[in-house]
């Protein structure tokens, strides 16, 4: 695997570059910034619950990942402007692992909620997971659609109907 700070650089569908690093633990005030530009929608989505902001607490969580079973990606147009974010948690046999993406509210639409899936799925291949999911409300139709367009399968969530898991067989 690349050292933790290197780059991968990507083009999204749109035409738009992208930079993606591993988060580290100097990123909380980067992260803090970045959720300030996602939509509230969209952090209801990402978080599965309504919020104003995401707390400290929250972004404490994501910048102290083990890189093991918890990876955090950022996404990072060319004058640095954090763009968008993708983690991926496996469990602990490393067969399956969850996905959860968040594009700043000015930057939908431009391919970076595609790249960072795509991203992602290449780096849980990488690792050797066989399954790659996302927990989704029903409403999030735009980011389902985005991972149906990259071969995810939906199916109802047992016990919640507002819900949805969507998962792509990586093996």
């Given at each position: 695997?690349?050292?933790?700070?290197?780059?991968?650089?990507?083009?999204?569908?749109?035409?738009?570059?992208?930079?993606?690093?591993?988060?580290?633990?100097?990123?909380?005030?980067l992260?803090?910034?970045?959720?300030?530009?996602?939509?509230?929608?969209?952090?209801?989505?990402?978080?599965?619950?309504?919020?104003?902001?995401?707390?400290?607490?929250?972004?404490?969580?994501?910048?102290?990942?083990?890189?093991k079973?918890?990876?955090?990606?950022?996404?990072?147009?060319?004058?640095?402007?954090?763009?968008?974010?993708?983690?991926?948690?496996t469990?602990?046999?490393?067969?399956?692992?969850?996905?959860?993406?968040?594009?700043?509210?000015?930057?939908?639409?431009?391919?970076?909620?595609?790249?960072?899936?795509?991203?992602?799925?290449?780096?849980?291949?990488?690792?050797?997971?066989?399954?790659?999911?996302?927990?989704?409300?029903?409403l999030?139709?735009?980011?389902?659609?985005?991972?149906?367009?990259?071969?995810?399968?939906?199916?109802?969530?047992?016990?919640?109907?507002?819900?949805?898991?969507?998962?792509?067989?990586?093996?």
């Amino acid at each position: 695997m690349s050292d933790i700070t290197s780059f991968t650089e990507v083009m999204a569908r749109s035409g738009l570059r992208l930079s993606i690093r591993r988060v580290t633990r100097d990123d909380r005030a980067l992260l803090k910034d970045f959720f300030e530009g996602v939509s509230l929608e969209d952090l209801r989505f990402r978080f599965l619950t309504a919020m104003l902001k995401v707390s400290d607490e929250q972004i404490a969580i994501m910048v102290d990942v083990d890189h093991k079973q918890t990876e955090d990606f950022l996404a990072f147009i060319d004058d640095g402007t954090l763009v968008g974010t993708a983690m991926i948690a496996t469990d602990p046999s490393r067969e399956r692992a969850e996905v959860a993406i968040a594009v700043r509210a000015d930057f939908k639409h431009r391919g970076v909620g595609w790249t960072l899936l795509n991203h992602a799925a290449e780096f849980a291949t990488a690792i050797g997971i066989k399954t790659l999911e996302a927990v989704e409300s029903r409403l999030n139709q735009k980011a389902i659609e985005v991972e149906r367009d990259s071969g995810f399968t939906v199916k109802a969530y047992p016990g919640d109907a507002t819900l949805v898991i969507v998962s792509k067989q990586l093996r």
